[in-house]
């Protein structure tokens, strides 16, 4: 159904109706990130080992710690900004990112997996050499 204005919809415009289930979505977000990571991956002829730098949305770090451990990455190469910052939202990783390079802990030929999940769970990755 269109409406035609928001006294039409009424309370369906309302933000009181946005909720979230966190146990749920941190369920999703640590089966989703490391097999997107994993299929892109796969799509570069490329293992866990050869990545250098993972760079999550900053989220929560429970659901980074829990995405690197179910891809056999130690806490060396994990790049977190979220203690800082908290969750900056659909900038958290590109700041992560930025944090990073400026720090020089990523250097020109590094291998940087980089994955964002978010609203209506969704999701992505990709690989890049810096």
């Not at 309302?14 to 369920?27: A, L, R």
């Not at 490329?46 to 993972?54: A, G, K, Y």
């Not at 908290?86 to 990523?106: F, K, R, Y």
Request: charged share 20%; proline share 2%.
């Amino acid at each position: 159904k269109v409406w035609r204005s928001d006294s039409e919809a009424g309370e369906l415009t309302s933000y009181d109706n946005i909720g979230m289930n966190g146990q749920d979505v941190f369920k999703f977000a640590v089966r989703a990130v490391p097999m997107t990571i994993k299929e892109s991956l796969k799509n570069a002829h490329m293992q866990p080992e050869e990545i250098d730098h993972l760079v999550l949305h900053q989220a929560n770090q429970r659901i980074i710690d829990a995405a690197a451990q179910r891809l056999g990455l130690g806490d060396d190469k994990v790049v977190s900004n979220i203690a800082e910052y908290g969750n900056t939202s659909a900038a958290s990783v590109p700041l992560a990112l930025c944090e990073a390079v400026e720090s020089g802990n990523v250097k020109r030929g590094d291998v940087v997996a980089m994955a964002g999940f978010g609203a209506g769970l969704t999701w992505a990755s990709c690989l890049l050499k810096w």
